[in-house]
C-alpha cells in the first residue's frame, strides 16, 4: 500500500507570493491533517479534515488555508508568503481520524520544504 | 495555550541501556498521548499511544502515563544504535478528532 504523498517535494518562492502543496492519503484513510515543522516552534498543527469538512484549525493566520477533495486529497495554501513561512510541511493522513482507534493512528508523509526567499 | 514540555536534550546513552524521556503536558483535559520517533530527514513515525494511567509495554518500550502529575514518560530497553533518533511526545487537544500538540523533541543517541 502507497504511503501519504505529499508533491512537490520542494519549493522556493519569493516573498509576497503564493503557493498550493498537495497531499494525497493512504487509501481508504479520509482524515487529513498538515503540520508546520520548523527548527525554533517544532511541529505545529494546522488544521485537520474528514470528509471535505475542516474539523480543527491551529493558531495560524488566515493567509493559511486549505482543503479536501471527495477522493480525500487535500490541499493547503499560503497566501501573502512572509521568510517566516519557510518550512517542512508534513501532511498526516488516518483511516478513521478518530484518536481513540487503535487501529487509526497518524501517518505523515516525506513533507514539501518550503523556502521563501 | 497548551503546552508540551520535553526534558532538554541531547541525551547521550551506551548501547545496551536505559534511555528514558519525559515529558509534561498543560492541558488536564488530554486523553491521548503519542510518541513519535523521527530519524534526521525523516517524517515521524508512531512508536507507541497511551490513553490510560499506568504503563504500557510494547517490545523494548514502555510508556508511562500520570494524569495528575500530567506526566508521560518514554522508556527504551536495551538502547541500540539504530535507536538514535529525536523523540517526539504528542497530546491530543482535539477531543476525539486529531489535533496534536508536539514537545519540540529531545534528541537521543546511543552509542555503540
Same mark, same amino acid.
Given at each position: 500500500?502507497?504511503? @501519504? ?22 487509501? !481508504?484513510?479520509?482524515? @487529513? ?8 516552534? !517544532? ?34 495554501? @499560503?497566501?501573502?508568503?512572509?521568510? !517566516? ?11 478513521? !481520524?478518530? @484518536? ?18 | 495555550?497548551k ?7 541531547? =541525551? $547521550? ?6 534511555? $528514558? =524521556?519525559?515529558? #509534561?503536558?498543560s492541558d488536564?483535559?488530554s ?8 530519524? $534526521? ?20 518500550? #514502555?510508556?508511562? =502515563? ?19 533518533? #529525536? ?6 487537544s ?5 489535533? =496534536? /500538540?508536539?514537545?519540540?523533541? #529531545?534528541?537521543? /543517541?546511543?552509542?555503540?
Amino acid at each position: 500500500k502507497a504511503g @501519504v504523498t505529499q508533491t512537490p517535494r520542494y519549493l522556493i518562492k519569493t516573498r509576497g507570493q503564493q503557493v498550493t502543496l498537495s497531499c494525497s492519503p493512504i487509501s !481508504g484513510h479520509r482524515s @487529513v491533517s498538515w503540520y508546520q515543522q520548523t527548527p525554533g516552534q !517544532g511541529l505545529q498543527f494546522l488544521f485537520e479534515y474528514f470528509s471535505e469538512t475542516q474539523r480543527n484549525k491551529g493558531n495560524f493566520p488566515g493567509r493559511f488555508s486549505g482543503r479536501q477533495f471527495s477522493n480525500s486529497r487535500s490541499e493547503m495554501n @499560503v497566501s501573502t508568503l512572509e521568510l !517566516g513561512d519557510s518550512a517542512l510541511y508534513l501532511c498526516a493522513s488516518s483511516l478513521s !481520524g478518530d @484518536v481513540s482507534w487503535p487501529n487509526s493512528p497518524l501517518h505523515f508523509g516525506n513533507g514539501t520544504r518550503l523556502t521563501v526567499t | 495555550q497548551k503546552e508540551v514540555e520535553q526534558n532538554s536534550g541531547p =541525551l $547521550s546513552v551506551p548501547e545496551g541501556a536505559i534511555a $528514558s =524521556l519525559n515529558c #509534561t503536558y498543560s492541558d488536564r483535559v488530554s486523553q491521548s498521548f503519542f510518541w513519535y520517533r523521527q530519524y $534526521s530527514g525523516k517524517s515521524p513515525e508512531l512508536i507507541m499511544s497511551i490513553y490510560s494511567n499506568g504503563d504500557k509495554e510494547d517490545g523494548r518500550f #514502555t510508556a508511562q =502515563l500520570n494524569k495528575a502529575s500530567q506526566y508521560v514518560s518514554l522508556l527504551i530497553r536495551d538502547s541500540q544504535p539504530s535507536d538514535s533518533a #529525536t523523540y517526539l511526545c504528542a497530546v491530543n487537544s482535539g477531543g476525539s478528532n486529531y489535533k =496534536l /500538540t508536539f514537545g519540540k523533541g #529531545t534528541l537521543l /543517541t546511543v552509542n555503540p
